[in-house]
């Protein structure tokens, strides 16, 4: 497994209650790019990813760009909406760039921490993400995120 | 002002009971590269940097690294000390990289948003850093860091 496992902090998730009012307001006050919305019925979250590093930006090694992501909960049961009602608004989770997610979970579950996901699944803009549990993380709930390779238009396309 | 106002994400801070158990664990299991260790007394915190992406693999218009912060507060009647107090170990603040701290306050206060410090003071690795309310930002500490510029040995030197 190459080291360091962490190639780049991918994002900050962030929990709110009202979307479109929060986009609005963190594009405005930071001038960020909305790179994408969606609905992630699995995690029961609406998202919006606003991008502060453009992956361009970024050499292709690290594997992609570093985002802000706002997060809606769709229920009031789901991840997102528990961690709304027990804590209120605030940073929920926080995903590192890696540049294989089954090598990298092989590996930590190797080292014995504790895992959500034991295989990868969807996330945002069509990453392979998996969580780690926050007890042996000091509290902090983890995702890798490894992103999508990039499909570079041939002449033909 | 340049938009975007922010460059990358310059680090999450995550507040910790041990320090150096901490610090292991997350070096052990991310297999991370210690940047720097010091006290801040001012803050009331002791605290280490881990690098996640080291500035040499970044353009130097992002200006700087992507680092882990940890922790430790040396008073519980510090900041670090009530949020462990009241919360447990986990995310404290994000800090995200500047270009020019003085001009994004300014730009940011004009927006109405609250500043912990309307003035930049020391923050870790000779950044110029100042705090925004997370009355404004979704509940969320911000922090804003403008890296120190690097310095480059001449020939004399």
Redesign the interface.
């Known amino acids: 497994m190459p080291?360091?496992?962490?190639?780049?902090?991918d994002?900050?998730g962030?929990?709110?209650h009202d979307l479109d009012e929060?986009v609005a307001?963190?594009q405005?006050?930071?001038?960020?790019?909305l790179a994408s919305r969606e609905v992630n019925e699995e995690q029961g979250v609406e998202e919006a990813m606003l991008?502060?590093?453009d992956p361009a930006?970024?050499?292709i090694?690290?594997g992609g760009g570093?985002y802000l992501q706002?997060l809606r909960p769709l229920r009031a049961d789901s991840p997102v909406g528990r961690f709304l009602t027990r804590?209120?608004?605030?940073?929920h989770h926080?995903g590192?760039g890696v540049l294989d997610v089954s090598q990298a979970l092989s590996t930590?579950a190797g080292?014995g921490?504790r895992l959500v996901d034991s295989r990868p699944r969807h996330g945002s803009m069509g990453a392979a993400i998996a969580f780690l549990h926050?007890h042996?993380?000091?509290?902090?709930l983890t995702e890798l995120v490894q992103a999508p390779v990039p499909v570079v238009a041939g002449p033909g396309a």
Not at 87 to 91: F, L, P, Q, V
């Open positions: 080291r360091p496992l962490l190639t780049r902090i994002h900050i962030i929990a709110c929060t307001r963190y405005r006050l930071f001038g960020l790019a991008t502060v590093t930006a970024i050499p090694t690290r570093s706002l804590r209120g608004e605030g940073i926080v590192y930590l080292e921490v926050p042996d993380l000091s509290g902090v």
